[in-house]
């Protein structure tokens, strides 16, 4: 623990101040972008009717709200036949919310659903593709409306039906990705308040890549003005030294403020103009050092804001960062041959939290 503590003190202060910014494309994992994953499914398209469910973890997408107009995949590269096009002559798909986690995904197809849309339905043809090296993304479902994501109403659930019973199947298995679930980030303590009545929330982002290797994504948004802040990291919620956590303000001026986390570190971070309000992000990487278990870390920010209070300071809500020993997922996914069938196979087995490599066009996702 020491030697992770002591690399992320380095890490952070070589990477922060940082920011995130809007991307037109979104690849999930990240590393999808620049190579090919670690393993196929056979789910959408290896066979001629059935049901697929793909769940896509919303840390993953956007801090906040998203639009996406199409999602594509690509064949996997780890075969080398010639895959012969085909076309799927009724695929209906939806795009909605599932209140499941990439762990918690359910082989019953219903026990996932939450709201949902209907963004495509009617004939798709499946180009022929050659044995490649590196295969292109060209496999994609273009929405006959844009989807307006919003992260606080759940993951993302991709479903995709060709009706009836498989009577056929074909070598078309498409680029997979097979991890853990990834970290944990749960919420604790609350937001002090400003004398001008901010309306900010602080939230961790890509939770998929809290382990040895990958990153810590840590934000606040809503704030009204471009506060000097301190993104606080400790190894501890219960004390810091001999101080007992949480730790009440009141007493120095801090009223209605609390230090929830140990000052192991405080690194500054620069706030960004984001429409009428302003936000800021932490993104510190995780050295990759080996955990034989989850390791808890905490993060808290500061900020100064001398109207609100005597001591000129405000506490945010804190973090708990969970980092998973494992690489992360951000996707889990569940499939059967049969359209009617209520219950599936998870797309990669049991023993293995994962799906399709996917790469998910719009505007408003997160880095």
Known sequence: MNVLFSSLILAAAVCLPCRISAQSTKELPESAKNADCNTSSFYP???????????????????????????????????????????????????????????????????????????????????????????PWNLTIKFTSPFSYERSKGNLLIEMEMPGVASRRYLYAVDAHRGSGGGIAISFGKDGPFASKDAYRVFSSNDYLMYPGG????????????????????????????LPLPFDLGPFGGTNQNLYVSLD???????????????????????????????????????????????????????????????????????????????????????????PAIQLEGVGFNN
């Not at 992000?281 to 034989?292: A, I």
Request: cysteine-free; proline content about 5%; hydrophobic content about 40%.
């Open 265 to 355: 570190l405080a690194v500054p971070v620069v706030p960004s103009k984001n429409s009428a309000t302003y936000e800021v992000h932490g993104l510190v990487p995780v050295p990759d050092v080996k955990l034989t278990a989850s390791l808890s870390l905490f993060a808290q920010f500061l900020f100064l804001d001398k109207p609100s209070n005597p001591l000129g300071l405000i506490g945010s809500s804190a973090l708990e960062l969970k980092l998973d020993p494992d690489v992360g997922s951000p996707s889990q996914s569940v499939g059967t041959i049969d359209s009617k069938a209520t219950r599936g196979a998870f797309g990669l087995g049991t023993l293995f939290i994962g799906g």
């Open 45 to 135: 398209f290896s066979s001629d009717k059935g049901r697929f469910q793909q769940l896509i973890a919303a840390s993953a997408i956007t801090d906040t709200a998203a639009t996406v107009r199409s999602f594509t995949y690509r064949r996997d590269t780890q075969s080398i036949n010639y895959y012969t096009g085909r076309t799927i002559e009724n695929l209906s798909v939806w795009v909605g919310y599932t209140n499941k986690t990439q762990r918690t995904m359910s082989q019953t197809f219903a026990d996932n659903r939450g709201s949902r849309a209907l963004v495509f339905s009617g004939k798709y043809d499946l180009p022929s593709i050659k044995p490649v090296k590196t295969a």
């Open 215 to 242: 990153r810590l994504s840590i934000n606040a948004s809503g704030l009204k003005s471009a506060y000097p802040t301190l993104l606080v990291l400790g190894l501890s919620k219960t004390k810091f030294g001999a």
